[in-house]
């Protein structure tokens, strides 16, 4: 079975620091983008960070830009997103994807994994 586990969420002051991991089992995703999302209470689940299959291209939200950084350790499967300077605003649930399609850019709609999610708090 393939999955994908995050962990590392939970509460912080704002201007506190998260480091946020992505298990991967069943398959290696070495040769898979991967990234990830967040959705606050209410809203829709939105593109945080992705990261190319190799680990060296990324992209960030502006949102977040500067302040997260995402890494990928291939010969470990696993994801991370170092979230530096947290904001209340930072506030959801995070949850990492891969997908397998190498012609397409990772988003909600064409991610084919998704983990079950952790959940981070920034209080002001």
């Known amino acids: 079975q393939v999955k994908l586990v995050e962990s590392g969420g939970g509460a912080v002051q704002a201007g506190g620091s998260l480091r946020l991991s992505c298990a991967g089992s069943?398959?290696?995703?070495?040769?898979?983008?991967m990234g990830w999302f967040r959705q606050a209470p209410g809203k829709e689940r939105e593109f945080v960070a992705r990261?190319?299959?190799?680990?060296?291209?990324?992209n960030y939200a502006d949102s977040v830009k500067g302040r997260f950084t995402i890494s990928k350790d291939n010969t470990r499967n696993f994801l991370y997103l170092l979230m530096n300077r947290l904001k209340p605003e930072d506030t959801a649930v995070y949850y990492c994807?891969?997908?397998?399609?190498?012609?397409?850019?990772?988003?909600?709609?064409?991610?084919?994994?998704w983990g079950q999610g952790t959940q981070v708090t920034v209080s002001s």
């Open positions: 994807a891969a997908k397998t399609n190498p012609w397409t850019v990772l988003s909600t709609s064409t991610a084919d994994y």
């Open positions: 069943g398959r290696t995703f070495t040769n898979d983008d």
């Open positions: 990261i190319n299959w190799r680990g060296d291209a990324t």
